[in-house]
């Protein structure tokens, strides 16, 4: 039974953020960067696709490693955290740092620690929230830096220092929620989005 809901909440992160990515397709193709956007959530389902994989490596029981699919898992987030970012960007200076930032959290984990592309995953994820504040200015997107970073990273330290997986079940929903978060924000503002980056 708990298999079952670990396996769930792992494979929700990996659909909804893919379904809305698709939906975005054509949802936001009037906007100057649209296709940043589907790329954004796609590559987010494709992160948590990578954790699933590593975790029928050590047996669907957390652990802190390094690998290749933890490496794929750390490097799809960047990916898709620096879309949804530079989505909604028109400073080619702004864009360039955030690519920069992407490209030095997925070499860093590579070359030299995990701890240091965590660090510039975090940076990226500050640069997004005030973007997207600033763009859209929606009281639901506080839903993001809620269950997106304080959520998760609080079930998370509780999942590495107490080894209870229970914690465990708890971060793919609470991601899952971010990631409508930014779908829900979208809908809302497609309008306004459309006529400032078209």
């Known amino acids: 039974m708990f298999f079952f809901l670990l ?3 792992h494979l929700q992160a990996v659909i909804v953020p893919i379904i809305f990515g698709i939906k975005s397709i054509n949802k936001f193709k009037n906007i100057k960067n649209h296709i940043l956007i589907p790329f954004g959530f796609i590559f987010l389902g494709l992160a948590s696709m990578f954790e699933m994989i590593d975790h029928t490596k050590t047996n669907w029981i957390y652990i802190d490693h390094s690998s290749l699919f933890n490496w794929l898992f750390y490097t799809f987030l960047a990916l898709g955290l620096t879309s949804l970012t530079i989505s909604v960007i028109k400073n080619k200076f702004a864009i360039t740092t955030n690519i920069f930032l992407c490209f030095c959290s997925i ?4 070359l030299i620690d995990k701890t240091i592309a965590l660090t510039l995953q975090v940076i990226i994820s500050i640069f997004l929230i005030i973007n997207w504040q ?3 200015k929606d009281w639901i997107f506080i839903a993001y830096p809620i269950f997106g970073i304080v959520f998760t990273t609080f079930f998370g ?3 590495s220092i107490t080894g ?3 914690w465990h079940v708890f971060i793919g929903p609470s991601g899952t929620i971010s990631v409508i978060t930014f779908y829900l924000v979208l809908k809302r503002s497609k309008n306004k989005l459309s006529k400032i980056l078209k």
Request: hydrophobic share 50%.
């Open 157 to 159: 330290t509780n999942l």
């Open 134 to 136: 600033r763009m859209f």
């Open 7 to 9: 396996f769930s909440a």
């Open 107 to 110: 070499v860093s984990y590579l």
């Open 164 to 166: 209870n997986q229970i």
